[in-house]
């Protein structure tokens, strides 16, 4: 696609419940990430997928975050027995090269009550 | 110490008048750094890239690096209000290529 989109662009959920939160990254990117993003703070690292692999998940606060890029394109992360902290806007983005920056998505903000 | 550090502001500047962000990183190992501008309630956008010591210049706009002060910095000249914006300094590694943000710093340009 032209855009990095991601699905749904809110999400409301009970505290307890689990999650997907959906990426589609820019056609032939093959660099995925995933970062967190709360209210007055920048972007906040989660994984990195280079083709399918998670080539680095060091970000993910805990094992209730996980995500997944089966096929090389599309990201599902999940996040399971969510809590009120895990509320943020969850951002996506894709690079074909790291050197020139990564492209975001709309994100998906996420709120636990 | 946190990995990238920027005055979160709100810097105000008038319009017409030169903004200077600055932002610093610890890793020393840091290659390729980036400035993003994010309006409220809006994703990163990506408006300048750099990955050598000096100035590079893009419109309006002029990135600076020092590496050996680790520094990098952000200059809009002839600043108009739609510059007002979240200035996002953003350092990555090779080795990583996790691309570490600082948390921004929020610019007022004022007619």
């Known amino acids: 696609g032209a855009g990095v989109s991601q699905t749904p662009s809110n999400k409301v959920t009970e505290k307890g419940k689990y999650v997907e939160l959906r990426c589609d990254p820019i056609?032939?990117?093959?660099?995925l990430y995933w970062y967190r993003q709360s209210l007055g703070q920048g972007p906040e690292f989660l994984i990195y997928?280079?083709?399918?692999?998670?080539?680095?998940d060091s970000g993910l606060p805990n094992d209730r975050f996980f995500a997944v890029r089966p096929e090389g394109s599309v990201s599902t992360l999940k996040i399971q027995r969510t809590e009120r902290g895990d509320s943020a806007v969850y951002l996506c983005?894709?690079?074909?090269?790291?050197?020139?920056?990564?492209?975001f998505g709309s994100g998906t903000r996420l709120t636990v009550v | 110490q946190k990995e990238v550090e920027q005055n979160s502001g709100p810097l105000s500047v008038p319009e017409g008048a030169i903004a200077s962000l600055n932002c610093t990183y610890s890793d020393r190992g840091s290659q390729s750094f980036f400035w993003y501008r994010q309006y409220s309630g809006k994703s990163p956008e990506l408006i300048m890239f750099i990955y050598s010591n000096g100035d590079k210049e893009d419109g309006r706009f002029t990135a600076q690096l020092n590496k050996a002060s680790q520094y990098v910095s952000l200059l809009i000249r002839d600043s108009q209000p739609s510059d007002s914006a979240t200035y996002l300094c953003?350092?990555?590694?090779?080795?990583?290529?996790?691309?570490?943000f600082g948390t921004g710093t929020r610019l007022q340009v004022f007619p």
């Open positions: 997928f280079q083709g399918t692999g998670a080539a680095d």
């Open positions: 056609s032939g990117h093959t660099a």
């Open positions: 953003a350092v990555n590694n090779y080795n990583t290529d996790k691309l570490i």
């Open positions: 983005a894709s690079s074909l090269d790291s050197d020139r920056g990564r492209t």
